[in-house]
């Protein structure tokens, strides 16, 4: 059996002569072996090629965003850093307001009766604070630490706070009733004119005997204005025998004011009136030598000496 050829007619558009190449089949084997090899091995370093660039490319994606990602890990360590510096200012500022509010009730004399967080030793024994952190620390090493002690910390703060709220809101009210005791003590002269009688035993001008005078004799012309001496409340105002056309006022704090003997009374029961406002005038109804106010000042139900009530 013969070797068998593949004859193979090359063909020529310009009129050359038909050519003729032989070629076996095993040289034709060969030559496609090489020409499915060279293919499968061109396919491969192309594929290659594409994943090589994809994965660059990828890589480079990669890069840009961790990046990116370590610049914003960058920038909130800072800002924990800058927060931590910010909590501790806050203690400070926070220690301040207590030791400014113990010394406000030190000079008022204000006893605290309800210990506030700082006292009772959340910031420390004697109103100290816990150790600042650190704004300067190592995130990367004690990233959770710091967290963990920031979020303690704030807590702490907020009751501290609300405590140190409280405290200056008992000292407003303290100043406010003192403010209000202060408006309802009596200060100042019901009239203007001279003292005929003062507090105390004295020889009666109608039965010539001893007696204890309750009040204060204060002589003025006839319709002069008569004050209050003290914010407060009218709880009389009408004729009273011997005292005449009488006016009192309770000023709360068991302090009461009388004025007697005035020409007319200007004021009902009732009736809220401030300290220099106009109440009645001077007069000498009931049992009177003449124009005048007489004035008593009562504490808790008893008589006291309006000369220590009177800064006028």
Not at 220 to 249: D, F, K
Not at 280 to 293: E, F, I, K, W
């Amino acid at each position: 059996m013969g070797k068998k050829e593949i004859s193979f007619l090359v063909l020529s558009d310009s009129g050359s002569p038909i050519k003729q190449i032989n070629a076996s089949g095993k040289i034709i084997r060969y030559a496609l072996f090489f020409l499915a090899a060279g293919l499968i091995l061109s396919g491969y370093f192309a594929y290659d090629y594409v994943a090589l660039k994809k994965a660059f490319l990828n890589n480079h994606y990669l890069q840009s965003k961790l990046s990116v990602q370590q610049d914003e890990v960058t920038n909130q360590r800072k800002q924990i850093q800058f927060f931590a510096g910010e909590i501790s200012n806050l203690k400070a500022k926070l220690i301040d307001l207590y030791n400014f509010e113990k010394k406000i009730r030190s000079i008022a004399n204000i006893k605290n009766k309800k210990k506030n967080a700082l006292q009772e030793g959340l910031f420390g024994v004697g109103g100290s604070a816990p150790e600042d952190l650190d704004p300067k620390i190592a995130l990367s090493e004690k990233h959770d630490s710091i967290l963990r002690e920031m979020h303690e910390q704030v807590e702490e703060l907020n009751v501290a706070v609300k405590e140190q709220t409280e405290g200056f809101k008992s000292i407003i009210t303290y100043f406010e009733e003192q403010r209000s005791l202060l408006a309802s003590t009596p200060a100042i002269r019901p009239t203007q004119g001279s003292v005929t009688s003062t507090f105390g035993y004295r020889i009666s001008p109608f039965t010539g005997l001893r007696e204890f005078h309750k009040g204060y004799d204060i002589a003025s012309h006839n319709g002069a204005p008569i004050v209050a001496t003290a914010n407060g409340t009218v709880s009389l105002s009408e004729y009273n025998g011997l005292s005449g056309n009488t006016i009192a006022i309770n000023h709360g704090h068991g302090m009461v004011t009388r004025y007697a003997h005035a020409s007319k009374l200007l004021k009902k029961p009732g009736s809220f009136v401030k300290r220099g406002e106009i109440i009645a005038l001077v007069g000498d109804t009931g049992r009177s030598t003449g124009p005048h106010v007489h004035y008593e000042v009562h504490l808790n139900g008893m008589p006291v000496n309006p000369d220590n009530y009177m800064l006028n």
